[in-house]
């Protein structure tokens, strides 16, 4: 148990040092520590103890002070571990950020834990276990569900990838819930508990190879676990992010240019048509004005600048800087909610504009656009649909990986169009998935949290 106290408490020291900031980081530390108490519980009994016996230094008080020791190291790995597992698989979830009861749970689960101290211990046991085992085997199996629920919905092959590796520490509390719990509850098996040390130096070994082979959780050991930060990561370049926009407006610009040039040579231009292109021209170069700003040179981070909008007329504006290019497709414009959302209009415009040219792209034909925009109790439906080519699954499984792209064949194509969007729509909190079937055409899906209810009724958008 000695290697399973110095492996679990090097592991969690190392995870801390590398980012402490980080949220899920201080959890899987936790998970490290509190395991690694039962390690400790186990060499005082087993080593240390008999070691002091054999040369007669075990002096009352130095017995009685290991004996507390040793009970507390053990309360702490029964009790703490059930616990810090499921928090870390809480917070490792996709969703975590959007779950409005995120504050108050942490405290909640604490309860039956603490509850556990108005129950006395049989003789000889460390813990009362009937209690224990009630609280610890959901507490676990939870943290092992959303584990692997997580991971098998994750889209983003590499982020699978490290969700699966993670994940790796199911089978090993999945053990542990036996051996430390339903046997000695129910069986009255007390000693499988040092079987343990196999199954968790399988389980370090498994870290330890990944970290070497793919980079894993940062020494990198640090759980690349949030889809935002690792994409942004993936994007190595401010630079790269930039001329992304720029690409898309000043393609905007042209097409818009060569329409008034085009107006003008007939001698006959219609003025409020020339005022509508006019105003697509100034947009487009306001907006490269404001993704300059807003990257500034990082290479990480995208700070957003969140504003009220009215989410139903910033598509709407997209569609209207993107009509030249529209002209030979069936644009249908659903837009069952028109209220208000907050969020960085520059970046959602930015966002949008990709997917719908993405759209377009796969219908090199023409075909029929569709842009619906509902909404649910919490949440802001954007769906922009296509019925183009579509994409086979393993395209599909890459779609928001960082430089993949499927037109390899375009120039300017720099496979940052819909990484980014994934990460930006991260930023506001929301979700991205894309839906495709060859020759059936491809859905994007974005959902955003919807304002508080009190605000609703008093912000106007801008269009």
């Given at each position: 148990m000695l290697f399973v106290l110095i492996g679990l408490w090097t592991v969690g020291l190392l995870l801390l040092v590398t980012d402490p900031k980080r949220l899920t980081t201080r959890w899987i530390s936790s998970i490290a520590f509190t395991g690694g108490s039962g390690g400790l519980s186990a060499v005082i009994a087993d080593q240390v103890v008999p070691y002091l016996l054999e040369r007669q230094w075990l002096t009352e008080p130095v017995a009685q002070l290991l004996a507390n020791a040793e009970l507390i190291a053990s309360r702490i790995c029964y009790y703490g571990l059930p616990y810090t597992f499921l928090m870390f698989a809480i917070v490792y979830h996709p969703n975590y950020p959007l779950w409005t009861w995120r504050k108050w749970l942490p405290w909640a689960l604490l309860l039956p834990l603490a509850g556990t101290f108005l129950f006395e211990p049989k003789p000889n046991d460390p813990i009362p276990y009937g209690y224990v085992t009630f609280w610890a085997t959901p507490y676990i199996l939870t943290g092992i569900g959303l584990l692997l629920t997580a991971a098998y919905r994750e889209r983003n092959s590499f982020l699978r990838r490290s969700r699966f590796l993670v994940a790796a520490a199911a089978p090993t509390l999945f053990f542990a819930l036996f051996t430390l719990y339903l046997f000695p509850t129910f069986l009255g098996i007390y000693?499988?508990?040092?079987?343990?040390?196999?199954?968790?130096?399988?389980?370090?070994?498994?870290?330890?190879?990944?970290?070497?082979?793919?980079?894993?959780?940062?020494?990198?050991?640090?759980?690349?676990?949030?889809?935002?930060?690792?994409?942004?990561?993936?994007?190595?370049?401010?630079?790269?992010?930039?001329?992304?926009?720029?690409?898309?407006?000043?393609?905007?610009?042209?097409?818009?240019?060569?329409?008034?040039?085009?107006?003008?040579?007939?001698?006959?231009?219609?003025?409020?048509?020339?005022?509508?292109?006019?105003?697509?021209?100034?947009?487009?170069?306001?907006?490269?004005?404001?993704?300059?700003?807003?990257?500034?040179?990082?290479?990480?981070?995208?700070?957003?600048?969140?504003?009220?909008?009215?989410?139903?007329?910033?598509?709407?504006?997209?569609?209207?800087?993107?009509?030249?290019?529209?002209?030979?497709?069936?644009?249908?414009?659903?837009?069952?909610?028109?209220?208000?959302?907050?969020?960085?209009?520059?970046?959602?415009?930015?966002?949008?504009?990709?997917?719908?040219?993405?759209?377009?792209?796969?219908?090199?034909?023409?075909?029929?656009?569709?842009?619906?925009?509902?909404?649910?109790?919490?949440?802001?439906?954007?769906?922009?649909?296509?019925?183009?080519?579509?994409?086979?699954?393993?395209?599909?499984?890459?779609?928001?990986?960082?430089?993949?792209?499927?037109?390899?064949?375009?120039?300017?194509?720099?496979?940052?169009?819909?990484?980014?969007?994934?990460?930006?729509?991260?930023?506001?909190?929301?979700?991205?998935?894309?839906?495709?079937?060859?020759?059936?055409?491809?859905?994007?899906?974005?959902?955003?949290?919807?304002?508080?209810?009190?605000?609703?009724?008093?912000?106007?958008?801008?269009?």
């Open positions: 000693e499988l508990w040092r079987y343990n040390a196999w199954v968790i130096a399988f389980t370090i070994a498994v870290i330890i190879g990944s970290s070497f082979r793919y980079g894993f959780m940062g020494l990198q050991i640090s759980i690349q676990n949030q889809k935002l930060d690792y994409t942004l990561r993936a994007i190595t370049s401010g630079t790269s992010i930039l001329n992304h926009a720029i690409k898309n407006d000043v393609g905007k610009i042209r097409l818009f240019g060569e329409k008034i040039k085009s107006d003008a040579a007939t001698g006959s231009p219609d003025p409020v048509e020339l005022v509508r292109d006019l105003e697509v021209i100034m947009n487009a170069s306001q907006h490269i004005y404001d993704m300059m700003y807003r990257i500034q040179g990082q290479t990480q981070e995208v700070v957003l600048q969140k504003e009220r909008i009215v989410p139903a007329d910033v598509m709407h504006e997209c569609l209207r800087m993107l009509a030249p290019e529209l002209s030979g497709f069936e644009v249908r414009e659903e837009y069952a909610y028109r209220g208000a959302m907050e969020a960085d209009r520059a970046q959602l415009v930015e966002v949008w504009t990709n997917v719908l040219t993405n759209a377009m792209e796969a219908m090199p034909q023409g075909g029929v656009l569709i842009v619906r925009m509902t909404e649910t109790k919490r949440k802001i439906v954007v769906e922009i649909k296509d019925n183009g080519i579509g994409m086979e699954k393993h395209q599909l499984k890459r779609v928001f990986d960082p430089f993949y792209s499927t037109k390899s064949g375009k120039k300017m194509n720099f496979g940052l169009g819909l990484s980014y969007c994934y990460a930006i729509v991260h930023k506001h909190k929301g979700t991205m998935n894309v839906h495709s079937k060859p020759g059936l055409g491809t859905s994007v899906f974005m959902q955003f949290p919807k304002p508080k209810q009190q605000h609703d009724n008093s912000v106007e958008g801008k269009g």
